[in-house]
């Protein structure tokens, strides 16, 4: 069963053999005797990976139970204990993975020397129902799938640009005056999020330089290239920046925490976001005070 859900979460034999560090040939002959073992075949296999068929698709809410049940097992027989184990993976837009995370999570891990702490920044939405992750922080509620979402705090944004850039270029009274600077932002078709559109509130219609990534625009606008919207947290690593019209552009926007919602049975998993998210809130205050 374990092998059947690394199969179905990662759509492919080499894709469940990294996961599980097994051959992935051995994945295939365990696939292949679970599906004779069943009657019926689990896998529809073509170039684009192996998806799941229709027992299959009946299968895996049961191996998900069953992987439920196996970790509240090991809870039972482990008993509480003051500290964390194991190996918890963390996704987040890439903000908030470079710039909030670290700190973070290198203070738990400290008060927790056998816990394993993983973070995916990736600038896209990552799949909880395929374990991509054991949690997400996101910038907008999910509203689909069995999940558990907690708000953990707001943060803010302003337009900014380096010291020189302002110092070499026409001055910036009105939104209108943005029209003749460089924009640096998103790739519009790119945004995988309405919550990250934040150019076309500003009327924004092109941006030379662009990128999917906020902390490669973050390094674009340190270093002199352009105006962009930079998070208030991200300020004080770049002491050079300055905030442009901030009394006439504010953003605010939130963090979430998404988890499964069968991982709140887990009293591991509880403490973990429980810390996650004391760290993040105190992390964010500090920050922004800075600014």
């Known amino acids: ?41 689990l896998f529809a296999k073509s170039p684009q990976g192996y998806g799941l068929t229709e027992a299959g698709t009946r299968l895996i809410e049961h191996a998900e139970a069953a992987e439920q049940a196996f970790s509240l097992a090991g809870e039972a027989v482990r008993g509480h204990s003051e500290g964390l184990s194991g190996q918890i993976r963390i996704g987040a837009p890439d903000g908030c993975a470079n710039f909030l995370l670290p700190q973070v999570l290198a203070e738990i891990s400290a008060d927790n020397p056998d816990l394993d702490l993983q973070i995916v920044a990736l600038p896209r939405v990552l799949n909880l129902s395929r374990r991509e992750v054991d949690m997400a922080i996101t910038v907008s509620p999910p ?36 029209q003749g600077h460089r924009i640096i932002g998103y790739i519009p078709d790119m945004i995988f999020d309405k919550e990250l559109d934040y150019l076309s509130d500003l009327g924004m219609q092109r941006v030379p330089l662009a990128s999917n990534s906020v902390s490669v625009q973050f390094n674009w606008v340190r270093t002199g290239a352009g105006i962009g919207v930079v998070h208030d947290f991200t300020m004080p690593v770049a002491p050079d920046l300055r905030r442009v019209l901030p009394d006439k552009v ?25 810390a996650l998210a004391t760290g993040i809130r105190r992390e964010l205050a500090r920050l922004e005070g800075l600014t």
Do not use: C, W
């Not at 365990?30 to 069943?38: H, I, K």
């Not at 999940?147 to 705090?153: D, E, G, H, R, S």
């Not at 605010?252 to 973990?272: C, I, P």
């Open 1 to 41: 069963m374990r092998i059947f859900l690394a199969v179905a979460r990662g759509e492919s034999l080499s894709a469940a053999g990294r996961d599980l560090r097994m051959d992935p040939a051995t994945v295939g002959r365990r696939v292949a005797r679970l599906e004779q073992d069943m009657g019926a075949p």
């Open 250 to 274: 504010t953003l605010t926007r939130s963090f979430y925490l998404v988890r499964h919602a069968d991982d709140q049975r887990l009293e591991r998993m509880n403490r973990f976001a429980e």
């Open 143 to 178: 509203t689909a799938g069995r999940l558990l979402v907690q708000k953990l705090t707001d943060y803010h944004l302003h337009l900014a640009a380096s010291a020189d850039y302002l110092a070499q270029n026409a001055p910036i009274t009105t939104l209108s005056d943005l």
